[in-house]
């Protein structure tokens, strides 16, 4: 996806050829969950997921090929000040979908448990302990404020892995240069049906259904 780089900090001579790609661009869609909606049950209800899944990921999508359209017209006509006042919407239903489509990912009716291999040596190495990074982890993701994500992420410069929280539906590598690994949605939309504004219940039982193999892949992949 390639509407992130509205928001860099780059020269503009460098954002050309990317921003070209909207000009001709396909629409984006609503990915298939990998698994029934009831499958994470008793952990996440078949309500929970199908209302997270086909309305919120859902509207995210159409509203940012709405966005995206406009973008491609104020471009097309030179307006500056339209492309502009667009960004936010982009940068929220964009997020908004990048987001989503992790973290149904990083969720598996047989998930659970400890990561293994790589993953887990870099978990210890930069956390200390699996123990101890799930407790930051949690504590971080039950103080964020409002909406917002709590995320493991890989620092590529500095190689090593991070703990971060994200407002809203900002996402992590557009706006922390982090490359997502983990994301827990914290909106109450993705837990309030089943867990009402208990947080912390939501979070205790999230990691039973925890995709430790697609965490460890994108730690394979983001190292290449």
Aim: with cysteine; charged share 20%; hydrophobic share 40%.
């Amino acid at each position: 996806i390639s509407f992130w780089v509205v928001f860099s900090s780059r020269s503009s001579a460098k954002l050309v050829a990317p921003l070209g790609c909207l000009v001709s661009r396909q629409k984006h869609t609503l990915p298939d969950l990998p698994y029934d909606y009831a499958a994470l049950e008793p952990h996440i209800n078949a309500e929970i997921m199908q209302l997270h899944h086909s309305k919120h990921h859902a509207a995210y999508v159409n509203n940012l090929n709405v966005a995206e359209e406009k973008y491609k017209e104020a471009l097309a006509k030179g307006d500056i000040t339209a492309q502009v006042a667009l960004q936010p919407a982009v940068k929220f239903n964009g997020g908004g979908h990048i987001n989503h489509t992790i973290f149904w990912t990083n969720l598996s009716p047989n998930g659970g448990g400890e990561p293994k291999g790589e993953l887990m040596e870099a978990i210890k190495r930069d956390f200390g302990s699996f123990a101890n990074f799930k407790e930051k982890l949690t504590a971080l993701s039950v103080g964020v404020q409002g909406s917002g994500w709590g995320w493991l992420g890989y620092n590529k410069e500095q190689g090593r892995l991070q703990i971060a929280a994200c407002a809203n539906q900002d996402p992590l590598q557009g706006t922390t240069g982090l490359i997502p690994l983990l994301g827990i949605d914290v909106w109450e939309h993705a837990y309030y049906l089943q867990y009402k504004n208990v947080r912390p219940d939501y979070l205790k039982a999230i990691w039973n259904v925890i995709n430790w193999e697609n965490v460890s892949s994108r730690y394979a992949n983001c190292k290449k």
